[in-house]
């Protein structure tokens, strides 16, 4: 078992940008390289064999949790958004809003890997963890979500931003099948909270900062007893990539 409750990375989004790095070869204080098409394939890979590899930490007893940003996305039919040359423009057969990751089918996939998908928004000026489908607006389908503990069943899954009372919420509700530890992606806006909710879950908690978003968190950190671990990694660099990975298994089996 690990020492750690919980393992955090904070954001997929800057996830992505440092996994194109590898991919891309390119340093830091490099301004001129830009990803290629040839860049996505090996990136969406290695994004989607890490977040597998995630679900082994399980075992270890460990809850992991992503934070990502919001993104929506355009679906379309095989053949892409090209369209003929003399042919009507080309409509999507789906609009849906989802986590920020790269390509076509990543985002797909990081969802189907984990066990929680909840989108984050305020209700009634109150960060909430939305765990029922909800509407885009303007003839779109929906945000994304999806739980393995009925969590529709607490509070109409408007949950609130705190993985502690949901927790408690699910443990007492006979309608839920709560049995943690859970891979869960949380996504937003930005500034929504998404960091500071993180401060909810179990502790021990390492979290690998790809995002310096961890700084609106650091005067808790930095409180004796916090149990928090922030290890920040830059997401321009590809010689980081290897790092973070060490880093989170290095976390995983502490």
């Given amino acids: 078992m690990s020492k750690y409750k919980t393992i955090a990375i904070d ?7 440092l996994t194109f790095a590898k991919a891309m070869g390119k340093s830091a204080k490099d301004l001129e390289k830009i990803r290629q098409v040839n860049d996505y394939p090996g990136t969406t890979e290695r994004i989607n064999m890490v977040v597998r590899r995630m679900k082994d930490y399980k075992t270890l007893g460990i809850n992991v949790v992503i934070t990502a940003h919001e993104q929506i996305e ?7 958004v090209i369209t003929p040359k003399g042919q009507p423009v080309q409509e999507p057969i789906a609009v849906k809003g989802m986590p920020d990751l790269p390509g076509r089918t990543c985002p797909e996939e990081v969802m189907r890997a984990v066990d929680n998908v909840f989108h984050v928004r305020r209700v009634n000026g109150k960060t909430t963890w939305i765990a029922r489908p909800e509407a885009l607006g303007g003839g779109g389908d929906d945000w ?3 739980d393995r503990f009925n969590a529709t069943q607490i509070m109409s899954g408007l949950l609130p931003a705190d993985y502690a009372e949901v927790a408690k919420l699910a443990a007492a509700n006979p309608s839920c099948n709560w049995n943690p530890p859970y891979l869960t992606l949380i996504y937003g806006t930005a500034g929504i909270g998404k960091t500071r909710s993180l401060l909810t879950f179990p502790r021990p908690i390492y979290i690998i900062d790809v995002d310096r978003g961890t700084e609106s968190i650091s005067k808790e950190a930095a409180e004796p007893g916090s149990e928090i671990t922030i290890e920040r990694v830059e997401s321009e660099d590809t010689a980081e990539y290897d790092r973070f990975v060490k880093l989170l298994e290095a976390a995983a089996h502490a």
């Fill in 144 to 146: 994304v979500v999806k």
């Fill in 11 to 17: 954001s997929a989004s800057e996830w992505a940008r």
């Fill in 74 to 80: 355009k679906v379309y039919a095989r053949g892409g």
